[in-house]
């Protein structure tokens, strides 16, 4: 397998653009999670979905993030309007397991470096 | 929040030496996972410790947990420039969220 996919890798974008994150998960697995990196805040998890269905988004920022799975291969993050406080890296990780149990290990992407200027 | 603190944030040693982290947690864990991180890179497992456990091996990696202190250590053993990394834990508590530390950044010169 490949492992988890992330596109793009870079993004430079202008304030008040819309932004669309992209990551493809590991075949099989059953949870997906998005985190943002930043130095000053470290590694936050924003939102998972479990068998596609979100679970828990209570980290995601503001109404100007949402994120979707429609599909066991699929999901993608959205920012819109993009602010320059969004600049961070985005990270998709996944892994299989039972519910409520989180003793597997994740498996990240190689994440997407966002710069809104 | 994040839950785990981990000290030192950062750490230089010269190639064969030992390297230590620990972390340190708030609440109830149920399991206690360390994760790597390369510049540029996303996180790759290394160990995971479960809360029942007080100590694991995985090559040159020694992780120990003390609940009674909220605290786990990484041990490092014959420390090679490959190893040059961020080192995170993460923790999760009844749920199937992991919560990251601040991570310590490890420098090995060769």
């Known amino acids: 397998d490949a492992g988890v996919i992330q596109s793009p890798r870079h993004e430079v974008t202008e304030m008040g653009q819309e932004v669309t994150l992209r990551c493809k998960p590991i075949?099989?697995?059953?949870?997906l999670f998005w985190y943002r990196q930043t130095m000053m805040r470290g590694l936050e998890l924003l939102i998972y979905f479990n068998n596609n269905v979100p679970i828990d988004d209570s980290g995601m920022p503001e109404d100007r993030f949402s994120a979707k799975m429609p599909n066991a291969s699929f999901s993608t993050l959205k920012i819109q309007p993009s602010e320059p406080r969004d600049s961070a890296v985005y990270f998709c990780?996944?892994?299989?397991?039972?519910?409520?149990?989180?003793?597997?290990?994740?498996?990240f992407g190689p994440g997407t470096r966002l710069t809104v200027l | 929040s994040q839950q785990g603190e981990e000290d030192p944030q950062a750490l230089s040693i010269q190639e064969g030496e030992n390297a230590t982290m620990n972390c340190s947690y708030k609440t109830s864990i149920n399991n206690l996972q360390w994760y790597r991180q390369n510049s540029g890179r996303g996180l790759v497992h290394l160990i995971l410790?479960?809360?029942?456990?007080r100590e694991k091996h995985s090559g040159r990696l020694r992780v120990t947990l003390d609940t009674s202190k909220k605290s786990s250590s990484l041990l490092i053993t014959a420390s090679r420039a490959a190893d040059t990394a961020s080192y995170f834990c993460a923790t999760d508590f009844n749920t199937d969220k992991l919560i990251f530390g601040t991570g310590t950044r490890l420098q090995v010169f060769p």
């Open positions: 990780a996944s892994r299989t397991g039972l519910a409520g149990v989180s003793y597997n290990e994740q498996f």
């Open positions: 075949s099989g697995h059953d949870y």
């Open positions: 410790i479960r809360s029942n456990e």
